[in-house]
């Protein structure tokens, strides 16, 4: 597939902003339950406002994918069959979740706590909309695996944590260390799932060949023209035209942005006396992993080998 | 219920790619059109094209053979395509189980082509929304044209009649006879989507070369015919070669 950078920084930026809300909400629970020390409402706000900004900036991604961008609301009907079209309904619920929490904090309202929950199950189900999407085409054989919903939601909630890791050195550093426990365990669950599905993908055989394409019975088919020279949408769509090289250099460079490096910078910044140190650390976390996070998705398109490519092998 | 679809003969197609600009030609200014033509005459040039017909070579020399394969949209008995449409703008219609996008309702968020694991939609470029194959539903239901040009475009341009177009529904249709007399087969059968266009494979022929003295070249018709024209129409069977003469 050719990654569309639409869909690559929609999936990365909701994904954060889902495990943004989860994060703070979880810190929310624990000071309900008064295993820690209550955060300053300054902390909750600005994190769902940050969650909000995020999925907005998601949400403004995805209308670069479409053709017809003034058509977007039709796309909430086929709920009962298309995960794109639960998904359409899910993000608008989570980023309304996502508003009402922060505006639940900055009032003082007592029902904060309830609407998080509220939050956090709209967060799971775009969770599990947005990589069903993808998991559901049964012939994309990369996708097809449910280590595909896993990797969405641990990576998603890897980078909301590093985020809440971040806000909580500059608002209450108390929760810091405990914070960048969490995120470091999370990002690394998140590497050993994505490296699974690497793989995994690596030992994948394509079910469809030239010949079950065809039909034509021969050990030997070869395509010796794919019937015209111009330019196709079956050939920009589908074919990234990256060097298996470069594929390589992405591989391994998203391994270490998104997992190595943020959680060697977390553990430093969680370490460190000083405040500001820390935040500069935690905050150059986040961006070096939501980088490799980016990485990571366009890498996630290009693996994905499409069998239509078997009817576009040859020019002539 | 109906399920109209192509068979296509690959024992006749020579690769002569009319099927793909009649094809062109009716759907650019068909209902379903136009389809976009970006740079036609210049460098990099694309366009927006329903039906391909592509090329394959099986064996090794000298043993090889090459296969003409002309590609459209199957129109699937179960269509990955029609469940991912998030505005339900891609839909199988009952009546005669075609394959359409209803452009009106079109986002162009190109789902269903990527839902698609034989490539047969494409997003036109200009107009911004998916399109495909439509079996020319403008023609085949079209009372205004005779019934013999009620057909796909492909079909009636076909000159070795490799398209074969009717009811694989219908036991005793020309498609369905074709189909089980011939082992009619499917593309991708991995997938389970059903695809209602079948392919004839290519059958081995006894080899009828002149060698064999059954080619109708080598008959020995052209020595007992008469010499003279005139005898020649007498019989009523003109042999021009034989008259011609060297300038």
Redesign the interface.
């Given at each position: 597939m050719n990654p569309a950078f639409s869909v690559v920084f929609l999936t990365t930026l909701s994904g954060a902003a889902q495990g943004l809300l989860i994060a703070l909400v979880g810190v929310e629970a624990a000071a309900y339950l008064g295993l820690l020390a209550a955060p300053p409402t300054a902390f909750y706000v600005t994190g769902s406002a940050l969650s909000v900004a995020l999925g907005g900036l998601g949400l403004i991604a995805s209308f670069f994918h479409l053709g017809h961008p003034e058509r977007a609301w039709r796309a909430v009907a086929m709920w009962r069959t298309s995960w794109l079209s639960r998904e359409c309904l899910c993000l608008p619920a989570f980023l309304a979740c996502a508003f009402f929490y922060g505006v639940a904090h900055w009032f003082g309202s007592p029902w904060s706590l309830a609407l998080g929950a509220l939050g956090v199950l709209a967060s799971a189900a775009l969770f599990v909309c947005s990589a069903m999407i993808y998991a559901c085409l049964r012939f994309l054989q990369e996708w097809a695996t449910p280590l595909t919903l896993a990797n969405f939601v641990l990576l998603g909630c890897a980078s909301g944590f590093t985020l809440v890791t971040a806000l909580s050195a500059w608002f209450a550093p108390a929760l810091t260390a405990g914070l960048a426990a969490c995120a470091c365990a999370l990002t690394l669950a998140g590497c050993a799932s994505r490296s699974a599905s690497l793989v995994r993908n690596a030992r994948l055989r394509p079910k469809s060949t030239v010949q079950s394409a065809t039909g034509i019975k021969n050990a030997k088919v070869v395509q010796v023209s794919r019937g015209f020279t111009a330019g196709a949408f079956n050939l920009r769509e589908f074919f990234h035209g990256k060097s298996a090289g470069t594929l390589r250099g992405v591989k391994w460079g998203f391994l270490g942005t998104a997992f190595v490096a943020p959680v060697v910078l977390m553990t430093l910044g969680a370490g460190v006396h000083s405040i500001g140190i820390s935040v500069v650390l935690l905050a150059a976390a986040c961006l070096v992993q939501y980088a490799g996070l980016v990485a990571e998705r366009w890498f996630f398109f290009a693996e994905a080998k499409h069998p239509q490519n078997l009817y576009y092998a040859r020019v002539g | 219920m109906t399920q109209m679809a192509l068979v296509i003969d690959l024992n006749v197609c020579v690769g002569c790619?009319a099927c793909?600009t009649s094809c062109k030609e009716w759907n650019t200014s068909g209902e379903s059109g136009s389809l976009a033509d970006?740079n036609p005459y210049d460098a990099?040039?694309?366009?927006?094209?329903f039906n391909?017909?592509?090329?394959?070579?099986?064996?090794?020399y000298p043993n090889a053979e090459?296969?003409h394969?002309p590609?459209s949209c199957l129109h699937c008995e179960d269509p990955?395509c029609v469940?991912?449409?998030?505005?339900?703008?891609s839909y199988k219609r009952k009546e005669d189980g075609l394959v359409l996008v209803d452009f009106d309702?079109?986002?162009?968020?190109?789902?269903c082509?990527?839902?698609?694991?034989?490539?047969a939609?494409?997003?036109d470029?200009e107009?911004?929304?998916m399109t495909k194959c439509t079996l020319c539903v403008d023609r085949i239901h079209d009372e205004n044209l005779s019934e013999r040009d009620r057909q796909p475009a492909c079909v009636l341009a076909c000159p070795t009649s490799a398209r074969l177009f009717g009811d694989i529904h219908d036991p005793e249709s020309v498609v369905s006879k074709a189909i089980r007399e011939r082992g009619g087969?499917?593309?991708?059968?991995?997938?389970d989507t059903k695809p209602a266009n079948h392919?004839l494979?290519?059958k081995t022929t006894s080899a009828s070369g002149c060698g064999e003295g059954s080619c109708s070249c080598k008959t020995d018709s052209a020595e007992s015919m008469p010499q003279t024209v005139d005898a020649q129409l007498e019989r009523g069977q003109l042999h021009l070669a034989s008259i011609a003469t060297r300038i």
């Amino acid at each position: 597939m050719n990654p569309a950078f639409s869909v690559v920084f929609l999936t990365t930026l909701s994904g954060a902003a889902q495990g943004l809300l989860i994060a703070l909400v979880g810190v929310e629970a624990a000071a309900y339950l008064g295993l820690l020390a209550a955060p300053p409402t300054a902390f909750y706000v600005t994190g769902s406002a940050l969650s909000v900004a995020l999925g907005g900036l998601g949400l403004i991604a995805s209308f670069f994918h479409l053709g017809h961008p003034e058509r977007a609301w039709r796309a909430v009907a086929m709920w009962r069959t298309s995960w794109l079209s639960r998904e359409c309904l899910c993000l608008p619920a989570f980023l309304a979740c996502a508003f009402f929490y922060g505006v639940a904090h900055w009032f003082g309202s007592p029902w904060s706590l309830a609407l998080g929950a509220l939050g956090v199950l709209a967060s799971a189900a775009l969770f599990v909309c947005s990589a069903m999407i993808y998991a559901c085409l049964r012939f994309l054989q990369e996708w097809a695996t449910p280590l595909t919903l896993a990797n969405f939601v641990l990576l998603g909630c890897a980078s909301g944590f590093t985020l809440v890791t971040a806000l909580s050195a500059w608002f209450a550093p108390a929760l810091t260390a405990g914070l960048a426990a969490c995120a470091c365990a999370l990002t690394l669950a998140g590497c050993a799932s994505r490296s699974a599905s690497l793989v995994r993908n690596a030992r994948l055989r394509p079910k469809s060949t030239v010949q079950s394409a065809t039909g034509i019975k021969n050990a030997k088919v070869v395509q010796v023209s794919r019937g015209f020279t111009a330019g196709a949408f079956n050939l920009r769509e589908f074919f990234h035209g990256k060097s298996a090289g470069t594929l390589r250099g992405v591989k391994w460079g998203f391994l270490g942005t998104a997992f190595v490096a943020p959680v060697v910078l977390m553990t430093l910044g969680a370490g460190v006396h000083s405040i500001g140190i820390s935040v500069v650390l935690l905050a150059a976390a986040c961006l070096v992993q939501y980088a490799g996070l980016v990485a990571e998705r366009w890498f996630f398109f290009a693996e994905a080998k499409h069998p239509q490519n078997l009817y576009y092998a040859r020019v002539g | 219920m109906t399920q109209m679809a192509l068979v296509i003969d690959l024992n006749v197609c020579v690769g002569c790619h009319a099927c793909v600009t009649s094809c062109k030609e009716w759907n650019t200014s068909g209902e379903s059109g136009s389809l976009a033509d970006l740079n036609p005459y210049d460098a990099d040039p694309s366009g927006t094209f329903f039906n391909r017909v592509q090329s394959f070579e099986a064996g090794s020399y000298p043993n090889a053979e090459t296969i003409h394969f002309p590609k459209s949209c199957l129109h699937c008995e179960d269509p990955p395509c029609v469940p991912v449409c998030p505005t339900g703008a891609s839909y199988k219609r009952k009546e005669d189980g075609l394959v359409l996008v209803d452009f009106d309702k079109c986002i162009g968020c190109k789902y269903c082509a990527w839902a698609c694991p034989y490539g047969a939609r494409e997003l036109d470029e200009e107009r911004k929304e998916m399109t495909k194959c439509t079996l020319c539903v403008d023609r085949i239901h079209d009372e205004n044209l005779s019934e013999r040009d009620r057909q796909p475009a492909c079909v009636l341009a076909c000159p070795t009649s490799a398209r074969l177009f009717g009811d694989i529904h219908d036991p005793e249709s020309v498609v369905s006879k074709a189909i089980r007399e011939r082992g009619g087969y499917q593309l991708m059968p991995e997938w389970d989507t059903k695809p209602a266009n079948h392919y004839l494979p290519r059958k081995t022929t006894s080899a009828s070369g002149c060698g064999e003295g059954s080619c109708s070249c080598k008959t020995d018709s052209a020595e007992s015919m008469p010499q003279t024209v005139d005898a020649q129409l007498e019989r009523g069977q003109l042999h021009l070669a034989s008259i011609a003469t060297r300038i």
